[in-house]
């Protein structure tokens, strides 16, 4: 027999031969075994994974079950499992924070540092640090403001976000989308177009509460979470997030109001505060106040809401402005927009003289009233034009950094760019504007081969061959909503 030597670790490891039902021709080199530390890793992790799910499931249930009990002791659930889930669900590439800690740079010894800061946040030695001020560029020109938390606070909300998950997904309302497990904004399409196609729908209320993040007041907010949780040391945690402050220019601003948008817990603190305030309260108002029809989804702070008839809908819209007010909150004047759309909605216009009904935004997306090749009601959606502006604006700016690069390279990167546009926004209705956007980054793609040099004649065709090889073609990857939505929700 081969003796084959021993790896580091002790196990041999030997490659079989090809035919092994026959005699081998001649000894196969044996292969050498791992040291066995990803195994053991990837091993820790899944158990580490398991109980923490078994853990929560019982909180879950206990939650479903007891709708109106608060839940005293919850903080033991923050253990290092909790925290070690935490840490691998952050995004490896993410800005660090005032700490400048990466999170390569936290991976290195994890488990001696998730150690040290259980015990810590366990004692209360546990201080968040305060977030640093950035601002990314929104679609219609603006700066929205990001808060970005230290790498030890996102693992510590992230942590608690898990637990806190537990008992809210039974008690959130099912017109909420954002940010909430197993839910995207792709369900949020889904359920609206259902719905202006299933329901009577005659008015659209396109909503949008105004700076709704730095808004929230932090004295209600707490008072809701007190509602379902009874454990001191929670609170006194959201507590410490939210008085963190934010760190600009050198100076660290503590403020009353706000959630800190971009940190982890941001967006379910955000959910709590609306399901009290507007989820609650707009499920009672349509089954006591509204004569008609009505719809209501929510994604975040954009909230659309379908009428049958549009006295409900200016009564509702009244009623709105008045409830957001007693929580520090208010509608966005220019964004908030009360407008005849749904499938008679043309023909009553019409009727009266007046031109195609308008259109309204939702996710990127633009929705119009149009026709089938049949002549019935169809829900279009058309990527947003700003949005595609600015994406446009960004790869050409990225092309012109990368200019240098050889072909092949600009081609890879390209194709991740549009494969990824592809992937939200190629939905049925939609296939023009995917087909625009390719065709303008073809252009852009040409626009920068020729600027390598005043002798390049980078012609259309040469480039269009490039699109093909590199770039997807354009073409719809989502169902029709109705087919998706009846999949998720079977009854």
């Given at each position: 027999m081969?003796d084959?030597?021993?790896?580091?670790?002790?196990?041999?490891?030997?490659?079989?031969?090809?035919?092994?039902g026959q005699?081998?021709?001649?000894?196969?080199e044996?292969?050498?075994g791992?040291?066995?530390?990803?195994?053991?890793?990837?091993?820790?992790?899944?158990?580490?994974?398991?109980?923490?799910?078994?853990?929560?499931?019982?909180?879950?249930?206990?939650?479903r079950?007891?709708?109106?009990?608060?839940?005293?002791?919850?903080?033991?659930?923050?253990?290092?499992?909790t925290?070690?889930?935490?840490?691998?669900?952050?995004?490896?590439k993410?800005?660090?924070?005032?700490?400048?800690?990466?999170?390569?740079?936290?991976?290195?010894?994890?488990?001696?540092?998730?150690?040290?800061?259980?015990?810590?946040?366990?004692?209360?030695?546990?201080?968040?640090?305060?977030?640093?001020?950035?601002f990314?560029?929104?679609?219609?020109?603006?700066?929205?403001?990001?808060?970005?938390?230290?790498?030890?606070?996102?693992?510590?909300?992230?942590?608690?976000?898990?637990?806190?998950?537990?008992?809210?997904?039974?008690?959130?309302c099912?017109?909420?989308?954002?940010?909430?497990?197993?839910r995207?904004?792709?369900?949020?399409?889904?359920?609206?177009?259902?719905?202006?196609?299933?329901?009577?729908v005659n008015?659209?209320?396109d909503?949008?509460?105004?700076?709704f993040?730095?808004?929230?007041?932090?004295?209600?907010?707490?008072?809701?979470?007190?509602?379902?949780?009874?454990?001191?040391r929670?609170?006194?945690?959201?507590?410490?997030?939210?008085?963190a402050?934010?760190?600009?220019?050198?100076?660290?601003t503590?403020?009353?109001?706000?959630?800190?948008?971009?940190?982890?817990?941001?967006?379910?603190?955000?959910?709590?505060?609306?399901?009290y305030?507007?989820?609650?309260?707009?499920?009672?108002?349509?089954?006591?106040e509204?004569t008609?029809?009505?719809?209501?989804?929510?994604?975040?702070?954009?909230?659309?809401v379908g009428?049958?008839?549009?006295?409900d809908a200016?009564r509702?819209?009244?009623?709105?402005?008045?409830?957001?007010?007693?929580?520090?909150?208010?509608?966005?004047?220019?964004k908030?927009?009360l407008?005849?759309?749904?499938?008679?909605?043309?023909?009553?216009?019409?009727?009266r003289?007046?031109?195609?009904?308008?259109?309204?935004?939702?996710?990127?997306?633009?929705?119009?009233?149009?026709?089938?090749?049949?002549?019935r009601f169809?829900?279009?959606?058309?990527?947003?034009r700003?949005?595609?502006?600015?994406k446009?604006r960004?790869?050409?700016?990225?092309?012109?950094?990368?200019?240098?690069?050889?072909?092949?390279?600009?081609?890879?990167?390209?194709?991740?760019?549009?494969?990824?546009?592809?992937?939200?926004?190629?939905?049925?209705?939609?296939?023009?504007?995917?087909?625009?956007?390719?065709?303008?980054?073809?252009?852009?793609?040409?626009r920068?081969?020729?600027?390598?040099?005043?002798?390049?004649?980078t012609?259309?065709?040469?480039?269009?061959?490039l699109?093909?090889?590199?770039?997807?073609?354009?073409?719809?990857?989502?169902?029709?909503?109705?087919q998706?939505?009846?999949?998720?929700?079977?009854?």
């Amino acid at each position: 027999m081969h003796d084959p030597e021993k790896s580091d670790s002790g196990i041999v490891a030997v490659k079989p031969t090809n035919k092994a039902g026959q005699p081998a021709a001649e000894p196969v080199e044996p292969r050498l075994g791992t040291k066995g530390n990803a195994e053991q890793q990837h091993m820790h992790r899944t158990q580490s994974r398991a109980r923490m799910s078994q853990s929560l499931d019982r909180v879950r249930q206990a939650a479903r079950l007891r709708k109106k009990e608060r839940f005293t002791a919850l903080f033991h659930h923050i253990n290092v499992d909790t925290l070690r889930t935490a840490f691998y669900a952050l995004r490896r590439k993410a800005a660090p924070g005032v700490d400048g800690m990466t999170w390569q740079d936290y991976e290195a010894d994890l488990e001696r540092k998730l150690e040290d800061l259980h015990r810590r946040v366990q004692r209360g030695a546990y201080r968040p640090q305060p977030s640093r001020r950035t601002f990314i560029l929104k679609a219609d020109g603006k700066q929205r403001p990001l808060a970005i938390a230290a790498l030890e606070d996102k693992i510590v909300q992230g942590a608690t976000v898990m637990v806190l998950n537990a008992i809210y997904e039974g008690d959130f309302c099912g017109l909420s989308y954002g940010f909430r497990p197993g839910r995207g904004p792709h369900d949020a399409l889904d359920a609206l177009c259902v719905a202006i196609n299933m329901r009577k729908v005659n008015w659209i209320l396109d909503a949008d509460i105004q700076n709704f993040f730095g808004a929230v007041s932090q004295d209600w907010l707490v008072r809701f979470v007190e509602h379902r949780i009874g454990d001191k040391r929670i609170i006194r945690l959201i507590r410490k997030w939210l008085k963190a402050g934010i760190l600009e220019d050198g100076i660290v601003t503590i403020d009353d109001r706000g959630t800190g948008q971009g940190s982890v817990i941001s967006p379910l603190l955000a959910n709590i505060y609306l399901h009290y305030v507007f989820d609650l309260w707009a499920q009672r108002w349509r089954q006591r106040e509204a004569t008609g029809d009505m719809i209501i989804v929510r994604y975040a702070d954009d909230v659309i809401v379908g009428f049958e008839h549009e006295g409900d809908a200016r009564r509702f819209l009244d009623a709105t402005r008045a409830r957001l007010e007693e929580f520090m909150l208010s509608l966005h004047p220019d964004k908030t927009r009360l407008i005849e759309f749904g499938r008679h909605a043309a023909a009553d216009r019409k009727r009266r003289g007046l031109g195609k009904p308008e259109t309204f935004a939702f996710l990127g997306f633009t929705f119009i009233c149009g026709r089938s090749r049949r002549g019935r009601f169809l829900l279009v959606r058309k990527t947003r034009r700003d949005r595609m502006q600015t994406k446009l604006r960004s790869i050409k700016e990225e092309l012109r950094r990368r200019m240098p690069w050889p072909i092949p390279e600009q081609g890879r990167w390209l194709r991740q760019v549009v494969t990824g546009h592809f992937a939200y926004f190629a939905v049925p209705t939609n296939g023009r504007a995917l087909q625009a956007f390719r065709c303008h980054v073809t252009d852009l793609w040409r626009r920068t081969l020729r600027r390598r040099s005043q002798r390049n004649r980078t012609t259309w065709t040469r480039t269009t061959r490039l699109a093909g090889d590199w770039l997807p073609q354009a073409k719809i990857l989502h169902p029709w909503p109705n087919q998706r939505f009846s999949v998720r929700h079977p009854r």
